[in-house]
C-alpha cells in the first residue's frame, strides 16, 4: 500500500503513523433494513438504524486505534452522508470536499478490505437458505455502492445489478426486476454487444410476469428497441433469443400499444454516483446532520 493511502495529520484524522484509514460503508433500506461492510445487522427494538450504524463503526474504530471515514446510502430519507467516527464513540457528517481523496487507488485499497466477492457469497448463502429478503438488502447495498464508487457500468456494478434482479425476481417483485435487469441490458447494449443478449433476455423474462398494462407495453417497446438493435448490429440470436423478442413483439400486438422507442442514454464515468435513470438520486447531507453527530462516549457499549 502507497504512502498516498496513509491519512496525514490534519484535523480529526490520525497522524501520519497511524493505520491507513479506509472508508467504510454503510446502507439503509427503504425499510430500515441496515447493512454495514456488507453484514446485515439485527436490530433488536425499536433501535434506530443510525444508532446501529454508529456503534458497528465505533467498533471498528476502537479496534483500529484511529478516526475512520464512512459513507452511509440512506434510502430512507434519500440521502447519502459522509462521517468520521472516532474511536471514543464521537461523530460528525462532514461535506464532500473533506472525504478522503478519490481515486483507484483509494477505491482498490478500500475493496481489498472489504472484498465485493466476498459480500457475493454471503449474498448467495441468505438465498440458498431461502432468506430471499436479507439477500435483496445486502444486494441492494453492494449495488448501491459500487455505483457510487464506480460509476453504474462499471463491471462489479453490473453485476451486483443484475444478481438483485435475480433476488427480485425469486420474490415475485417482477416489476423490480424488469427495472433492474433492462438498465444493465441497456448498458450492455451501449457497451458490449456481444454480451447483451443474455441480458436482454433476463429483462424479457421478467417482463413476461408483469401483468400493468401500461408497464406492459412502455417496458416491452424499449426490449423490443433492443432486440432489433442487436439484429441491425449484426448479433446473432440463438433460438431461445429469437423466440423470446417474437414473444415481445407478439404480447405488444396483441395489446395494440406502441409508444415511442426510448432516447439513448448518455454514457456514464465511474464517480458520478447513482446515474441509472431508475436509482433515484441521493441528496448529499450537510455538515454537522444531528441523527450523525454524537459527543464521546455516546456509543452503546460505553453506556452503563
Known amino acids: 500500500m502507497t504512502s498516498s493511502l496513509t491519512p496525514r495529520d490534519g484535523g480529526n484524522l ?24 456488507g453484514h446485515l445487522l439485527e436490530m433488536g427494538g425499536t433501535r434506530p438504524p443510525n444508532e446501529a450504524i454508529l456503534d458497528a463503526i465505533a467498533m471498528f474504530a476502537r479496534t483500529l486505534g484511529a478516526p475512520v471515514a464512512a459513507t452511509v446510502i440512506d434510502r430512507s430519507v434519500l440521502q447519502v ?30 475493496e481489498e478490505a472489504f472484498p465485493p466477492l466476498a459480500r457475493v457469497e454471503r449474498i448467495i448463502q441468505h438465498a440458498q437458505r ?22 453504474a457500468e462499471d463491471e ?77 448490429e449484426g448479433i446473432s440470436l440463438e433460438p431461445a433469443h429469437q423466440a423470446m ?7 405488444l400486438e396483441r395489446g395494440n400499444r406502441t409508444v415511442p422507442a426510448p432516447a439513448a442514454a448518455p454514457a456514464l464515468t465511474a464517480g458520478q454516483g447513482p446515474a441509472a435513470p431508475e436509482d433515484t438520486p441521493l441528496s448529499p447531507t450537510r455538515r454537522g446532520l444531528r441523527r450523525f453527530t454524537r459527543r464521546p462516549g455516546r456509543s452503546v457499549e460505553a453506556q452503563p
Open 245 to 251: 423478442a417474437q414473444a415481445v413483439r407478439k404480447r
Open 81 to 110: 452522508a459522509r462521517l468520521r467516527v472516532h474511536p471514543d464513540g464521537s461523530s460528525r457528517t462532514i461535506g464532500e470536499e473533506e472525504d478522503l481523496p478519490p481515486g483507484r487507488e483509494r477505491t482498490a485499497a478500500e
Open 130 to 151: 431461502g432468506e430471499l429478503h436479507a439477500a435483496s438488502v445486502l444486494a441492494s447495498a453492494l449495488r448501491e455502492h459500487l455505483t457510487l464508487r464506480r460509476g
Open 156 to 232: 462489479l456494478s453490473l453485476e451486483a445489478r443484475a444478481i438483485e434482479a435475480y433476488l427480485a425476481f425469486q420474490r415475485g417483485d417482477y416489476m423490480h426486476s424488469t427495472v433492474l435487469a433492462l438498465t444493465v441490458a441497456r448498458i450492455r447494449c451501449r457497451t458490449d454487444l456481444n454480451r447483451a443478449a443474455p441480458e436482454v433476455a433476463r429483462a424479457t423474462a421478467a417482463w413476461q410476469r408483469l401483468t400493468d398494462d401500461g408497464q406492459v407495453a412502455t417496458r416491452g417497446q424499449e426490449l423490443l428497441h433492443m432486440w432489433d438493435h442487436l439484429v441491425a
Open 14 to 37: 490520525p497522524a501520519l503513523s497511524a493505520p491507513p484509514l479506509v472508508r467504510l460503508d454503510a446502507y439503509v433500506a427503504e425499510d430500515g433494513s441496515t447493512v454495514v461492510n
